[in-house]
């Protein structure tokens, strides 16, 4: 990555790493004001990833998300920014403890991974890649993905607030720095409903251009099929909320399920003859 796109990622994950430690703390000792050093860390990183993002679109003249590196900055930037949202309206005490890892293993991927920036720097964008469709489809099913990774964020954080709140004695510390079920069951649940419409407009999108692409073989792809799968799951989960009234700890696990799914399809890349280009 050329310029100094490079460094900025590299500062936005120093403070993401600090976001770490901290949330280690928040482990060993339960002390509340860890939380919102957590949040400040994860906005100063926001800034300057946002700014590696845009200069490195700058630089390669294309949309920051035709390459494995590009694609893992840009959705943990997306992600940050959806948390920072979220912390805002509803103010989740123990949320860092599950998006900062995700965050630090992102963005820690696309600088040193194998097909990280440092490695191969800003690649050509594939051919059949400069199309506003193609840049549409990509933008709002990473937005999508954000906004479900929210909802995984809060599942994870559900089960193990529930599974605190059963044992007795509980510490004062923990006790106050858990957040309510309540609190995180819905904000869970609007997480969902932000995340799901975009990711099928992304998917929608994506079918369309690959039917006029490669016609109906296009659509066997196995990251296709895998994404298919992951949408028909978060569909099924809000079916059943809706009429079932499945709250808690049901919707809590069965979200965790479409996340392992999902992340079988963010892996499939490299099986993948339509996006071997996120590589």
């Known amino acids: 990555m050329p310029g100094l796109s490079l460094f900025w990622d590299r500062v936005a994950l120093s403070f993401y790493t600090l976001g770490l430690l901290a949330t280690i703390g928040v482990l060993f000792w339960h002390q509340e004001r860890f939380f919102s050093l957590v949040r400040r860390l994860i906005g100063l990183g926001f800034l300057f990833q946002l700014v590696s993002v845009v200069e490195t679109g700058y630089l390669a003249h294309h949309f920051p998300a035709t390459q494995y590196s590009e694609t893992a900055n840009l959705l943990s930037l997306l992600i940050a ?6 912390w805002r309206l509803y103010s989740p005490r123990g949320l860092p403890l599950v998006i900062e ?23 050509p964008a594939a051919q059949g890649l400069h199309n506003p469709w193609i840049y549409w489809h990509i933008i709002l ?4 993905i954000a906004g479900l990774a929210l909802a995984v964020a ?20 923990l006790a106050r720095a ?8 819905r904000m869970t649940y609007l997480s969902l409903l932000f995340g799901f419409p975009l990711l099928t407009l992304g998917l929608v999108i994506g079918f369309y251009r690959a039917g006029l692409q490669w016609g109906v073989a296009g659509l066997h792809d196995p990251k296709i099929l895998i994404s298919v799968l992951t949408w028909a799951l978060f569909l099924i989960l809000l079916f059943v909320r809706w009429s079932s009234g499945w709250r808690g700890r049901r919707s809590a696990l069965f979200i965790l399920v479409c996340f392992l799914v999902a992340v079988a399809g963010w892996l499939s890349n490299s099986f993948s003859h339509l996006h071997d280009f996120v590589r």
Request: a positive charge; hydrophobic letters at 45%; aromatic letters at 10%.
């Open 81 to 86: 920014g959806i948390f920072l949202l979220a």
């Open 101 to 123: 890892p995700l965050l630090f293993l992102l963005t820690f991927s696309s600088i040193y991974g194998p097909v990280g920036s440092a490695r191969i720097g800003i690649q």
């Open 141 to 144: 099913s990473l937005l999508g």
């Open 154 to 173: 809060g599942s994870l954080l559900y089960l193990w607030t529930e599974r605190q709140l059963k044992r007795k004695p509980l510490r004062a510390s």
């Open 178 to 185: 858990l957040p309510p079920l309540e609190t995180l069951d």
